[in-house]
């Protein structure tokens, strides 16, 4: 089912927007998998700050950080905030695995879509976003992670229940959207909630997109 509101917001987007550099470096899963734990509840700027860190001093591969000392991790991550709990994330994904899974998240990427999602959810720390961003990402699997942005600016634009939770939100939209434009639908509703439909003050007078929001002005 396609919408077409909901099409012509995502040509607008297309249009007024460039997909960020950050898009082109998401390939590797277990790197998208470490970048991504770095990144919960972290602003961009120390995600990146962080996980430079980290793979300048470790590889980024389950064997290296498996091995690593966990205050190592834990020093090179700090800049992301929450980084004891994130590291032992980082150490339960390499340890599980390389014990369950040879080493390769292959297994689980070649899953069916909910198959892999449950297998990745598996993983102490990671809900579904994580698993959702690895999974579009470094798989190409049919799936639109759901972050803080996507969150709020699909509700805002009517793309989403008011009170819908990540399940309601994520299918919502894969409804509203062919899944080729998964991946632009996630980066460019992020985008737009960074630069313009911001949390607290968004610039509803300036939006490219406001003729077509039902919700226009109503935010402060
Ligand atoms: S009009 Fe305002 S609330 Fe609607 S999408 Fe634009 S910035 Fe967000």
């Given at each position: 089912?396609?919408?077409?509101?909901?099409?012509?917001?995502?040509?607008?987007?297309?249009?007024?927007?460039?997909?960020?550099?950050?898009?082109?470096?998401?390939?590797?899963?277990?790197?998208?998998?470490?970048?991504?734990?770095?990144?919960?509840?972290?602003?961009?700027?120390?995600?990146?700050?962080?996980?430079?860190?980290?793979?300048?001093?470790?590889?980024?591969?389950?064997?290296?950080?498996?091995?690593?000392?966990?205050?190592?991790?834990?020093?090179?991550?700090?800049?992301?905030?929450?980084?004891?709990?994130?590291?032992?994330?980082?150490?339960?994904?390499?340890?599980?695995?390389?014990?369950?899974?040879?080493?390769?998240?292959?297994?689980?990427?070649?899953?069916?879509?909910?198959?892999?999602?449950?297998?990745?959810?598996?993983?102490?720390?990671?809900?579904?976003?994580?698993?959702?961003?690895?999974?579009?990402?470094?798989?190409?699997?049919?799936?639109?992670?759901?972050?803080?942005?996507?969150?709020?600016?699909?509700?805002?634009?009517?793309?989403?229940?008011?009170?819908?939770?990540?399940?309601?939100?994520?299918?919502?939209?894969?409804?509203?959207?062919?899944?080729s434009d998964y991946l632009a639908v996630h980066v460019l509703l992020?985008?737009?909630?960074?630069?313009?439909?911001?949390?607290?003050?968004?610039?509803?007078?300036t939006c490219q997109v406001s003729v077509y929001c039902p919700t226009?002005?109503?935010?402060?």
């Amino acid at each position: 089912m396609t919408d077409n509101r909901a099409a012509t917001v995502l040509q607008i987007l297309k249009q007024t927007l460039a997909l960020p550099k950050w898009v082109k470096g998401k390939n590797d899963p277990f790197e998208t998998l470490i970048v991504t734990i770095i990144s919960q509840n972290t602003a961009d700027r120390n995600t990146v700050k962080a996980f430079e860190n980290l793979s300048n001093k470790i590889e980024i591969t389950p064997e290296a950080l498996e091995k690593a000392p966990i205050s190592q991790i834990e020093s090179a991550i700090r800049p992301a905030g929450l980084y004891k709990s994130k590291t032992q994330t980082i150490k339960q994904a390499a340890t599980t695995i390389l014990e369950k899974y040879h080493g390769t998240l292959q297994p689980i990427l070649t899953l069916p879509l909910e198959d892999a999602r449950k297998a990745l959810m598996q993983f102490q720390g990671v809900g579904p976003k994580t698993a959702d961003v690895v999974l579009l990402f470094s798989a190409k699997q049919a799936t639109v992670p759901v972050d803080t942005h996507v969150n709020r600016v699909s509700k805002r634009l009517g793309f989403a229940p008011a009170k819908g939770a990540y399940e309601d939100v994520r299918k919502n939209l894969q409804l509203l959207f062919a899944p080729s434009d998964y991946l632009a639908v996630h980066v460019l509703l992020i985008e737009h909630g960074r630069k313009t439909c911001k949390a607290r003050h968004p610039l509803c007078n300036t939006c490219q997109v406001s003729v077509y929001c039902p919700t226009k002005g109503q935010w402060g």
